[in-house]
């Protein structure tokens, strides 16, 4: 039997760093110069359908992504194609290709971009929709939601995330604030898609006015309610939230369970693909950490570069000097020394930090924390260690493969030995068949 802790750890020191992108207005920016649409998804690389010097319109499809879930990939701006070869820092850690386009500031949209009669919807041209559009699970995954929707297990709820329980990130915060009704219809689309009968916003319980607030929208929606969870981390994790809302496990997939997991930028995007055909080339991102001269939650094009909105939103802190890139959560995220790094349409946030000088003490002090603050009850650094004496049968008793790379154990451990990694590589290893 799989369990998860019931209490997780609260990180909350100055409220998760969350106030300092929710002190400033949303910024649009929605003219840049250039996008730069990556040619790799979720590890996958695509396949580019334009030629340099190709005039493309918003929303026009440039490339596929050709695997066992094949998915377009669109324009964000109107313009001429310059490169298609140019390589961009990337949120995997690595650099990509990607196609280059230069904005000629028309914003020429393709012609099927229009409102569209949605009374007489069906669930197959819902999951069409999702398709066509492009729409991926924006809580950082990536993964094309048309998958999930395209579910054999009967499904009681459909579950929209937004604990958003890592520190720094207030995408899913501002979005429910400023939009929730497109999250609402978002979430009505994916009940319809996958034949749920109810339908769960899970929040932290601290966003008590945000929470009023939706209470009131859905007073007359029977099959909708607000679920809430601690503040703590990890509260947003799938099997974590799952477990809460159905009272049931799951091995692999929360269908198992009878619930599909969607985040709340997720079902807004699907909103608009329903509604509008409109494919996912604009998102929120939050731009923040102590390196950032005013913290935000900026709406940028997809293929946007982080030194173009960082100009944009006001620059770099007076006095950083060296600084250095999280793209992703800070818990779960990866560090990037450049700004060449490129918003895709499953990056939620960038922090931009001063580049410290980290005193390490790789040795283990034995304090046990790691094992204390781990979700699932694993204890980390003697999976490190057994991965480090090769012993594979020793290191499947451990059960590596339980590990949610909540990066927990990294960051609460005092000698900052790099646990989340090993254990990673660990889980890797015993999940060779
Ligand atoms: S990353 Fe560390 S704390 Fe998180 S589940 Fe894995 S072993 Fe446990
Ligand atoms: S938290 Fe770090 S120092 Fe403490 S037991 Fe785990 S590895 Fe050792």
Redesign the pocket.
Known sequence: MFFIKSLGTHISEHKGHKEMSLANPMVEFLDPEYVYIPLVDQNTPCEAVVQVGEQVKVGQIIAHKKSRFPLPIHASISGEIVSIDKKMWHSSGKMVPTIQIKNDFKETKVDTIKEVDVSSITKEEIIEKAKENGIVGLGGSGFPAYVKYKVSDPIDVVIINAVECEPYITIDYKLLQDRFDEVLRGLKYIMKAVDAKRGVIAIKKDKKELIEKMNLSINNEPNISVFTVKDEYPAGWEKYIVQRVTNKNYRTLPSEAGAVVNNAGTAAALAAAIERNQPLVEKMVTITGEGVKTPCNVYVKVGTAINDILDKIGGYAPNLGDAYFIAGGPMTGKSIMFDSLVVHRALSSVIVMPKEVREVNPE???????SEVCPVFLS??VIKETLENDSVNELRTLRPDLCMECGL?SY????R?E?TDAVTKAKQKVMVK
């Open positions: 283990c002090m034995g304090c046990g924390k790691c980390p650094i154990c609460i451990c005092p000698s030995i646990l």
